[in-house]
């Protein structure tokens, strides 16, 4: 049987209640979200619940996220649908501000996170984009001050821009990565998905497919631009258009690699299908695991 989650709208509300928590000496993890909840936000869940004694899901659909051509009046909310998944889940606490709480009258902050971490792959894209995620994500961490933060892998860039705005800014929270979650076909779960017709979402399934194939060649030895070239002719044959990019990149700076080493690698890449924008990433095996 589930038990409804406590919601709250406002900041003290919020404080408050973790106050209680902390005051008891138990650990609080946060998921935080914007909405349309599926099964990759629930994997997050459920890794707080196994490692915290409380967890917060915060659901908030952030405007300064979003550029002016995109899709923020579009983006799914599911409101009742997203409390009774996080009911059955077993979340103690859910936290869903207006955006005025979020971004009062008058609000002239931001948090920007520079260097190769907001350079390259989606950030040339989507201009504004990780300064609105690390902004919100800060004002989040400080809100709440849980012990521990998760986060998909699916969203590399954003973990790595979330983490080293986390360390910089010394906010005590665990920034947790949580690989990422599939459908059977490997497509990466995301809130966008449901953008795609039943022909597109038989066409995106070739995306996961276009990047495991550039692993395997370049995990066999072949030359970089070469593999990275076959995976964006896979794509385009495939009916992907534009693609944004295909790239490798070292792990943790996200600054673009052409040889193998030691360091830890993703192959990363974005790439649109009709009004949906795509985006996945896979680690690459490096040095003596290599084949």
């Given amino acids: ?23 008891s000496g138990l650990k609080v993890g946060l998921v935080p979200t914007m909405g349309a909840l599926h099964e990759g936000h629930l994997t997050l ?14 659901i908030f659909v952030n405007p300064r996220q979003f550029a002016p051509t995109e899709d923020f009046a579009l983006y799914p909310r599911r409101e009742a649908d997203d409390l009774a998944q996080l009911a059955l889940a077993g979340v103690q606490l859910v936290f869903m501000p207006p955006v005025e709480v979020v971004y009062p009258e008058g609000f002239a902050t931001a948090v920007t996170v520079s260097g190769s971490l907001t350079q390259g792959l989606c950030a040339p894209f989507r201009p504004g984009h990780f300064q609105g995620v ?18 998909g892998e699916k969203d590399w860039q954003q973990l790595q821009v979330v983490r080293r705005m986390t360390r910089d800014l010394d906010i005590p929270v665990a920034v947790v990565g949580i690989p990422t979650v599939r459908e059977p076909d490997g497509l990466a779960l995301s809130s966008r998905n449901h953008y795609l017709s039943p022909a597109q979402r038989e066409t995106a399934s070739v995306f996961p497919r276009a990047l495991r194939e550039g692993i395997e060649r370049i995990e066999a030895g072949d030359p970089v631009e070469a593999a990275l070239g076959a995976m964006r002719d896979r794509l ?5 258009s534009p693609i944004d990019y295909v790239d490798l990149v070292d792990a943790v700076t996200l600054e673009p690699v052409r040889s193998l080493g030691e360091r830890p690698l993703r192959l990363a890449a974005a790439a649109w299908l009709g009004r949906t924008r795509l985006i996945d990433n896979w680690p690459v095996v490096t040095g003596a695991g290599a084949r």
């Fill in 236 to 240: 385009a044959a495939s009916g992907f």
């Fill in 1 to 23: 049987m589930s038990v409804e989650p406590s919601l709250v709208r406002s900041v003290e509300a919020l404080r408050e209640q973790v106050d209680v928590w902390r005051r």
């Fill in 45 to 58: 869940v459920r890794a707080a619940l196994a490692e915290c004694d409380r967890a917060v899901v915060s």
């Fill in 134 to 151: 690390a902004t919100v994500v800060a004002k989040l961490f400080l809100q709440c001050l849980p012990d521990h933060a998760y986060f």
